[in-house]
């Protein structure tokens, strides 16, 4: 079918003249059928800064569930923040799957302990883990610190522990983490940023 100048023109006007009156209501309701709705405008958008490695890519993170209404809320989509200065939008392949990571229900989302000589995991509250942590290195550093090297200098070294300690930390907490580890006389630290 050739189309010519006025022919273009009719089907043109023909068009604008029906979605006119589609849109001033003249047209039967079942034509004007509202398209789906899209899924993230029901969510509730939290910003987020990844915790994967020391980048601290931004993320924009979408959950369905209102907490004011006391319902458990599902996280259902993760993207980049353009907005951000470090990452502007764009996440790695570890940032984009902390969807799955989330969701995984072989997620551990409380302390467990397997006791000496047992296979079975135990949950454990965190008061009891805290207090576990605090009594095997208590009894490690006792065991083990050395004050004064073979010359006889002050050295104050614990060994036979190390730390890791956390990426996506603010500068204010890694200084704190490093005092404290310095103040047991931890020498072995390092950060998940380097692993």
Known sequence: ???????????????????????????????????????????????????????????????LGDHTRNTKGKLIHIEGDPDHPVSRGALCPKGAGALDYVNSPRRVRYPEVREAGSNEWKRISWHEAIQRIAKHMKADRDANFIEKNEQGTTVNRWMTTGFLAGSACSNETGILTQKWVRSLGIIFTDNQASI
Do not use: D, H, W
């Open 1 to 63: 079918m050739q189309v010519t100048r006025r022919k273009f023109f009719k089907i043109c006007a023909g068009g604008m003249a029906g979605t006119s009156a589609a849109m001033l209501g003249l047209a039967p309701t079942e034509a004007l059928a509202a398209p789906r709705s899209y899924k993230l405008l029901r969510a509730t958008e939290t910003r987020n800064t990844c915790t994967y490695c020391a980048v601290g890519c931004g993320m924009l993170m979408y959950s």
